[in-house]
């Protein structure tokens, strides 16, 4: 028997709710574009968030530039309108943002669904080309390789999803659907379910 029990939406214990900074930040203007690299792909970064810096600034925007740690903070001030953080928790981000740009790994894709925004995906290694390929095809988002993650390239992709309102709106459609799960729990409930019917 194979059960789909959803995802299991993770967001740091240590950290559980976004700064005082950027709360304000937040407060104060439209729904900014995140750009992320998650987990991992921080630590190969490259010029992801240079290139996201000046995609922002052609589009006109507000970001905020979630960076992993000071390695990836960009060596210029930052221009206005565009704040970094080391993290925030995606649940209580993501909502808030106009689209998300980032890796496509699972955590990342699911809480980006999850929050019915839109996102650029630049896959960068494992299961994200498939991730990205998938948030493509449910027209949720788009994507482009990371060796093409330039600031022109990105401002493009992102202006494309912020102008068709079907991403959007399919974005909110998925989101209100994934909304409702709880894999965590419905796992365990499997695997209660399981141990009862086979052992006791």
Do not use: C, W
Request: proline fraction near 6%; charged fraction near 25%.
């Amino acid at each position: 028997k194979t059960v789909v029990t959803g995802f299991p939406f993770y967001d740091r214990k240590d950290e559980s709710n976004i700064s005082p900074e950027l709360e304000k930040f937040l407060d104060d203007g439209e729904p900014p574009i995140v750009f992320t690299l998650g987990s991992t792909a921080i630590f190969v970064a490259d010029d992801f968030y240079n290139e996201s810096i000046a995609a922002t600034r052609l589009l006109n925007r507000r970001a905020v530039l979630l960076i992993g740690d000071a390695r990836n903070m960009p060596k210029e001030p930052l221009p206005a309108g565009i704040v970094a953080f080391d993290y925030a928790p995606y649940g209580q981000i993501l909502p808030r943002a106009a689209a998300v740009v980032h890796q496509g790994g699972v955590g990342t894709t699911g809480q980006t669904m999850r929050a019915g925004v839109p996102a650029l995906i630049i896959p960068f290694n494992h299961d994200q080309p498939d991730n990205a390929f998938r948030i493509a095809r449910l027209g949720v988002g788009r994507t482009i390789s990371r060796m093409k993650y330039t600031a022109a390239n990105a401002a493009r992709e992102i202006d494309i999803m912020l102008t068709d309102k079907s991403y959007a709106e399919k974005a909110a459609a998925v989101g209100r659907q994934m909304q409702s799960e709880d894999g965590a729990r419905t796992a365990v409930d499997e695997i209660e379910n399981f141990i009862k019917a086979k052992f006791i």
